[in-house]
């Protein structure tokens, strides 16, 4: 996981190359399966969308063009891209990351959600 050790905001995606792209995506859904497997979560739904999350971050500017995830279960690829990859261990733990966008966790999510709700910034 070389490349995706190196990005910790969407402003590194930027330099990269359709090949450096494919790679990350690759090393994405490898991470994916390490870090979501081991506590819990909608891995099905985010290796759905690996290549649409890196593509949307890769040409478009958060927190200034919101982007809103199909209640949440689609949105650890955007954690991971947005400064949470170290906190991925913790997704769904008491005190940890949600399982869910959280406006609190991160400027790049435009909206919280819930089992119960949801929240926005408008």
């Known amino acids: 996981m070389n490349l ?67 209640v949440g279960h689609q949105s650890n690829v955007h954690k991971i891209l947005t400064g949470r990859r170290a906190a991925m261990h913790t997704l769904r733990q008491v005190a940890g990351l949600a399982g869910f966008p959280s406006r609190a966790e991160s400027v790049h999510d435009s909206f919280g959600a819930g089992w119960r709700a949801t929240t926005n910034r408008w």
């Open 4 to 70: 995706l050790s190196r990005i910790d905001s969407p402003a590194n995606l930027k330099p990269l190359d359709f090949e450096q792209l494919s790679t990350l995506c690759h090393e994405l859904r490898a991470y994916l399966i390490e870090s979501v497997a081991g506590t819990g979560g909608h891995l099905a739904s985010n290796f759905g969308v690996v290549e649409l999350t890196v593509a949307l971050h890769h040409v478009f500017e958060t927190p200034e063009d919101a982007r809103v995830w199909d």
